[in-house]
Antibody
Framework: QVHLVESGGGVVQPGTSLRLSCAASGFPFSLYAMHWVRQAPGKGLEWVAVITHDGSEKHYADSAKGRLIVSRDNTQKILYLQMDSLRVEDTAAYFC????????????????WGQGTMVSVSS | QSVLTQPPSVSGAPGQRVIISCTGSSSNIGAGHNVHWYQQLPGTAPKLVIYDNNSRPSGVPDRFSGSRSGTSASLAISGLQDEDEAYYYCQSYDSSLSVFGGGTKLTV
């Protein structure tokens, strides 16, 4: 069975850090670019970051630059999102998603999504 | 403000056909980037319903169709069913970075 399972969310105070994980199974993880997408409560989808299949390239939305860092461990089949200096506006459900096609990034659909993990930033 | 513009809501009676538009610019849809569409039911992850402008993933009914022209794209749903009631998002790319529309709530 093909799966993406996020974890690591929680309630934290502004200025603190959190690391999200996305465990992949059922497909050759190392062949696919992976993305993080977030959704604030009652709002639409917002793309956050992408990492290429081999981790050689990473790109971020302006809202994430300098504070959110995407990484991956292809041996363990895990995608990460390190979130530093968290702000109230980072409160959202965070989804990991696979970009279809393999090897490429920046052109294909997100054909597989995790169930999401909720991050709440509040004082 | 989202890079891609969608109407906030559309509605239709069961059996009818609705169209959801997605308007971009010369740097994304107009640059030739494909458009993909997702359906999101409350409390669940998005689900891909149209990829590469007009292709359906396995398991998506042929009531769903898509098109792209110029700087815009559209998703059409015919023979509306109660289960189609959901939010729909378009997605494309802008200089290799992903962009989403603001989402459209479909009420059946």
């Amino acid at each position: 069975q093909v799966h993406l399972v996020e974890s690591g969310g929680g309630v934290v105070q502004p200025g603190t850090s959190l690391r999200l994980s996305c465990a992949a199974s059922g497909f050759p993880f190392s062949l696919y670019a992976m993305h993080w997408v977030r959704q604030a409560p009652g709002k639409g989808l917002e793309w956050v970051a992408v990492i290429t299949h081999d981790g050689s390239e990473k790109h971020y939305a302006d809202s994430a630059k300098g504070r959110l860092i995407v990484s991956r461990d292809n041996t363990q089949k895990i995608l990460y999102l390190q979130m530093d200096s968290l702000r109230v506006e980072d409160t959202a459900a965070y989804f990991c998603a696979r970009e279809s096609g393999g090897y490429t990034f920046g052109r294909n659909a997100f054909d597989m999504w995790g169930q999401g993990t909720m991050v709440s930033v509040s004082s | 403000q989202s890079v891609l513009t969608q109407p906030p809501s559309v509605s239709g009676a069961p059996g009818q056909r609705v169209i959801i538009s997605c308007t971009g610019s010369s740097s994304n849809i107009g640059a030739g980037h494909n458009v993909h569409w997702y359906q999101q039911l409350p409390g669940t992850a998005p689900k891909l319903v149209i990829y590469d402008n007009n292709s359906r993933p396995s398991g998506v009914p042929d009531r769903f169709s898509g098109s792209r022209s110029g700087t815009s794209a559209s998703l059409a749903i015919s023979g509306l069913q109660d289960e189609d009631e959901a939010y729909y998002y378009c997605q494309s790319y802008d200089s290799s970075l992903s962009v989403f529309g603001g989402g459209t709530k479909l009420t059946v």
